[in-house]
Each structure stands twice: as C-alpha cells, then as structure tokens.
C-alpha cells in the first residue's frame, strides 16, 4: 500500500492558483524525481501531496500512506537548544503515546536512523550548530523516525557536501530498492539520483511534464521524452 493521486486538481494559496487541473498518480514504490525553475510550483505540490497544503480544487487521495518529511533546510533553523536526537525523537515521538516517548527501546531505535544516515556520531551535537550537510543527515533521520512508507524531500541535496550528497542517495536507492519506500523528490541536481530514480517529471508554467535523464553530456539535464 501507499499510494498517492491528485486528480484535476489545483493547487495554490487562497485565491492564488500555482498549479491548475493536475493529475499525478504515485504508486507503491515509485521513486519520483521533480525538476523544474524556481517559483514553478514544486514546493507547492509536495506540500499538497503530504496533505500540509489543502487543494483549492479537486480531489487527493491516499491509501495507506505514511509521510516523512524532509523540508528545506531554510525551513528547518530551529530556535530552540536541541541536539540532533532530540530532534529525532521529537519527529518519532508523534506516532507514540506520550508514555512510551522515551523508553529505552525507543531511544535505540532513533539512534540506529541517525546511524542509517551516517549521523549516530552527531547524536549530542546542537543541531544549530551543524553545518548544512550534517543538518541534512539528522533531518532525514528524523523523518525515517516515523518509520514511513513514502519519503517527501525538498530539496534534500541544495547546499550540501559531495560525501552527504552520496549518503542520501544511495540510502534512498537502498530504502526503495530493499524496503518499497516510495520517494518523492524535488531537486535541481536530478543527476545524483539517476541511477535510482524511476521517474522524472519537470514542473513549469503551471504545469507538469514527463521527462527523461538525459546523460549525455556529462552534465545530466532534464530533456523532453520524444
């Protein structure tokens, strides 16, 4: 189970339509790849997908799906004195009585996604303190804390080293490959992820296009399917 549809659906904020009579199907296990400029909407149709958005049109529909969220990193400064754990617990605590928050089975379990990231050695750290690939690490941490079957991520790999950038991908590729974790992602790098991914789709002028990963020249960029 898990799947995800949008049918002639618009998207948008109050009166402001972004995207207009949409359809998008997500199946079980898809690894979707969104692309496109920036103010395109792409932001805006994760955030309808995971429900966070209400449509301002037409229907959304989901079957058996549970979200993790992975924001921007400019959407995820925190204020508050936290370390990286905390922070995980915090996301895994919402699927847990407040009684069992903090069991000690509990408290293993979030250290073994902070290590699923290659994060377990940033467990004590302030996450303000982080730099921005570290902080990607423990905010994908806290989103596997849900223990979900469909991953949303914002821009996971924006602003982040080479070696955080490898880690992701090939744990997403892992996640979906071996768990059926469907993943949907939006980013402007789609080259990190072109061996794993199954799907592409660029958001544009109000619209969504199929596209496919052109890998020639080295460069990978999004092209249009003939």
């Not at 009579?21 to 103010?39: Q, R, S, T, V």
């Not at 924001?71 to 754990?85: S, V």
């Amino acid at each position: 189970m898990g799947s995800i549809l949008l049918k002639n659906a618009t998207l948008g904020y109050g009166r402001n339509a972004v995207l207009a009579a949409l359809d998008l199907e997500i199946p079980p296990g898809d690894f979707l790849i969104i692309g496109g400029p920036n103010g395109g909407g792409k932001s805006t149709l994760l955030k309808s997908v995971t429900g966070l958005l209400p449509l301002l049109a037409g229907t959304r529909r989901v079957d058996g799906v549970k979200f993790g969220y992975v924001p921007q990193q400019a959407n995820a400064d925190t204020p508050l004195p936290i370390t990286a754990l905390e922070l995980v617990e915090l996301g895994g605590s919402a699927r847990l009585p407040v009684w069992r928050t903090f069991w000690r089975m509990e408290r293993a379990f979030y250290l073994e996604c902070l290590r699923e990231c290659d994060a377990e050695h940033l467990a004590r750290r302030s996450f303000s303190e982080l730099s921005g690939g570290q902080r990607q690490r423990v905010l994908l941490a806290r989103a596997l804390a849900v223990k979900p079957n469909v991953l949303i991520l914002d821009e996971p790999t924006a602003g982040v080293d080479h070696e955080t950038q490898g880690i992701i991908a090939r744990l997403l590729g892992r996640l979906n490959r071996e768990e059926r974790v469907t993943v949907v992602l939006v980013t402007h790098e789609p080259g990190v992820f072109h061996e794993i991914a199954r799907r592409f789709v660029r958001v544009s002028e109000g619209c969504i296009h199929p596209f496919a990963l052109c890998l020639e020249p080295a460069e990978p960029t999004f092209s249009r399917r003939s």
